[in-house]
C-alpha cells in the first residue's frame, strides 16, 4: 500500500511539473513574440499637405476611431480582470505617447506592418487590412495624422493574467499579432481603381476596411474571429443584407440602424469607417457584393421568397 502512494504522489507531482512547465513554456511564447525586434525598413510614400487630402485622411481614418477613440487619442481598448488590459495607442504625437516623435516612416511601418517605432510587434492592429491602402490614401490619412493637436491622455501599460499569456501562447485568442500573416515584400508602391461606384473600386473599399477577415471571403459569414463577438451573418445575396436595396446598403453605413430599424453594435459591425466616406464609395462596395456569387444556395432560395 505504500509503495502505490509513493508512486501514486510522484505521478500526480509529475503531472503538475508538467503542466506547470507547459504552461511556462506557452507563456514564455507569447511574451516572446511582443519583444522580438524586427528591423522593417517600409518603402516610402509621399505626404500630402493640401487640405483636400488631409481632410480625405480624416474620413479614411475615422474606421480607427472605434480602437484608438473619437479623436484618436486612445483609449482602454480591453479590460477585464481575468484577462488583462489592452490600451490602444495615442496616436496625436504627445508627449509620453507610444507615438511621440514618429516619423512618416514610423507610420508607414505601423499601418502597413504592425510594427512600431522599435520595431516591435503590434498587437491587434489590423495591418493585414489598412496596409492595403493605397499609396495616396496612405500618405492622406498620415497627413491627417501629423495634423492633430496632441493629446495629452496616459494609460497604464499592458498587462494580462498569467493564464491569459498560457491562454495566447496556446492560440486560443486567436492570431494576435498581423505581422505574421502580411506579405511584406508586396505591400509597397500600391495603387487603387479611380473613385467610383465600380465593383472594381468596391473590391479595394472591402480589401482595406477588412471585411472579409469577419465575413469571410465569400461573405457568408460565420463564427467571429473575435471570441466575445456574436456570429457574423451572410452578407452576400443569399443573406438578409445581400438582399438589401442600394439605398438601404447606403443608409445601414451613414446611421449603423439596418432597414427594420435595428441600430448595430458598432463594436462588432464598424460601420462608421465606411459610413464616413462619400455614398459612391458606399456603392461600390454594395455593387462588389452583388457581383459576387450567394454564399448560400439554400440561403439564397430563402432570401428570394
Known amino acids: 500500500m505504500k509503495k502505490i502512494l509513493k508512486w501514486t504522489g510522484i505521478t500526480l507531482l509529475s503531472l503538475v511539473l508538467l503542466v506547470l512547465l507547459a504552461s511556462w513554456i506557452l507563456a514564455s511564447k507569447f511574451?516572446?513574440?511582443?519583444?522580438?525586434?524586427?528591423?522593417?525598413?517600409?518603402?516610402?510614400?509621399?505626404?500630402?499637405?493640401?487640405?483636400?487630402?488631409?481632410?480625405?485622411?480624416?474620413?479614411?481614418?475615422?474606421g480607427c476611431t472605434g480602437c484608438h477613440g473619437s479623436d484618436l487619442g486612445g483609449k482602454v481598448f480591453f479590460d477585464d480582470p481575468n484577462i488583462g488590459v489592452l490600451p490602444s495607442s495615442n496616436l496625436t504625437r504627445a508627449a509620453g505617447s507610444e507615438t511621440e516623435g514618429y516619423t512618416d516612416e514610423d507610420f508607414v511601418r505601423a499601418i502597413r506592418h504592425a510594427v512600431n517605432k522599435k520595431g516591435h510587434p503590434l498587437m491587434v492592429m489590423p495591418s493585414e487590412s489598412t496596409g492595403q491602402m493605397s499609396d495616396e490614401d496612405l500618405g492622406c490619412v498620415i497627413a491627417y495624422l501629423k495634423?492633430?493637436?496632441?493629446?495629452?491622455?496616459?494609460?497604464?501599460?499592458?498587462?494580462?493574467?498569467?493564464?491569459?499569456?498560457?491562454?495566447?501562447?496556446a492560440g486560443l485568442f486567436g492570431n494576435l499579432s498581423p505581422y505574421d500573416i502580411?506579405?511584406?515584400?508586396?505591400?509597397?508602391?500600391?495603387?487603387?481603381?479611380?473613385?467610383?461606384?465600380?465593383a472594381e473600386y468596391g473590391e479595394y473599399m472591402v480589401?482595406?476596411?477588412?471585411?472579409?477577415?469577419?465575413?469571410?471571403?465569400?461573405?457568408?459569414?460565420?463564427?467571429?474571429?473575435?471570441?466575445?463577438s456574436p456570429p457574423v451573418p451572410d452578407i452576400s445575396t443569399s443573406?438578409?443584407?445581400?438582399?438589401?436595396?442600394?439605398?438601404?446598403?447606403?443608409?445601414?453605413?451613414?446611421?449603423?440602424?439596418?432597414?427594420?430599424?435595428?441600430?448595430?453594435?458598432?463594436?462588432?459591425?464598424?460601420?462608421?469607417?465606411?459610413?464616413?466616406?462619400?455614398?459612391?464609395?458606399?456603392?461600390?462596395?454594395?455593387?462588389?457584393i452583388q457581383s459576387m456569387p450567394p454564399a448560400n444556395q439554400t440561403g439564397k432560395k430563402i432570401a428570394e421568397k
Not at 502580411?182 to 465600380?198: F, G, Q, R, Y
Not at 464616413?276 to 458606399?282: D, R, Y
Request: net charge neutral; charged share 20%.
Open 31 to 62: 511574451n516572446n513574440k511582443f519583444e522580438k525586434v524586427y528591423d522593417l525598413q517600409p518603402a516610402p510614400v509621399a505626404i500630402p499637405t493640401d487640405s483636400a487630402s488631409v481632410e480625405r485622411g480624416r474620413m479614411l481614418a475615422v
Open 147 to 169: 495634423s492633430l493637436p496632441p493629446i495629452d491622455r496616459q494609460f497604464e501599460k499592458r498587462h494580462f493574467t498569467y493564464m491569459s499569456q498560457v491562454m495566447a501562447g
Open 182 to 198: 502580411i506579405e511584406h515584400d508586396k505591400v509597397k508602391n500600391l495603387t487603387a481603381p479611380p473613385i467610383s461606384n465600380s
Open 207 to 228: 480589401r482595406v476596411h477588412g471585411c472579409k477577415s469577419c465575413h469571410n471571403p465569400n461573405f457568408g459569414g460565420g463564427k467571429s474571429p473575435d471570441p466575445v
Open 239 to 288: 443573406g438578409i443584407a445581400g438582399n438589401w436595396t442600394k439605398e438601404e446598403f447606403i443608409s445601414f453605413f451613414k446611421t449603423g440602424k439596418t432597414p427594420d430599424g435595428r441600430l448595430l453594435n458598432s463594436q462588432f459591425m464598424p460601420y462608421e469607417g465606411l459610413g464616413a466616406l462619400p455614398a459612391v464609395e458606399i456603392e461600390s462596395v454594395y455593387n462588389y
